[in-house]
């Protein structure tokens, strides 16, 4: 019995660990996520990969507050700005294209004060 309660209680540390409560969103983190959707973004392919959708989705799971959603615009902001071939047209119907819900607009001109 006594070692059944230590390992529940381990299992929710580790739990604990890997939700990361507080963990404030990173522009590596974005970016990492959304590397695969390059070649999509600038006209080299003509669909979203399927690894370039789980960095959607990973991204929408990062955005869970207004904090980390406005963090996240910015970050797909500045990375959208790198990338002077980036096609608007296809940064904005990725999310469409990855069927994900995804309350970020990816674009260079977004006002990310305004996101929600």
Known sequence: MKGGVIA?????????LAVQH?????????DVSLVPC?????????????????GVKAVKGMASTTADKR???GC???AANR????????AQSLPTKCAV???IPISRTVDCTKIN
């Open 76 to 78: 797909v902001k500045a």
């Open 101 to 103: 819900q995804l309350d």
């Open 38 to 54: 390059i070649n999509y973004l600038i006209g080299h392919d003509s669909s979203p990969s399927p690894a370039c959708c789980a």
């Open 83 to 90: 990338y002077t071939d980036l096609k608007d047209e296809a």
């Open 22 to 30: 507080g963990h404030a969103v990173t522009c590596g983190e974005v």
């Open 8 to 16: 529940v209680i381990a299992i929710l540390a580790v739990f604990q």
């Open 71 to 73: 963090a996240c615009c």
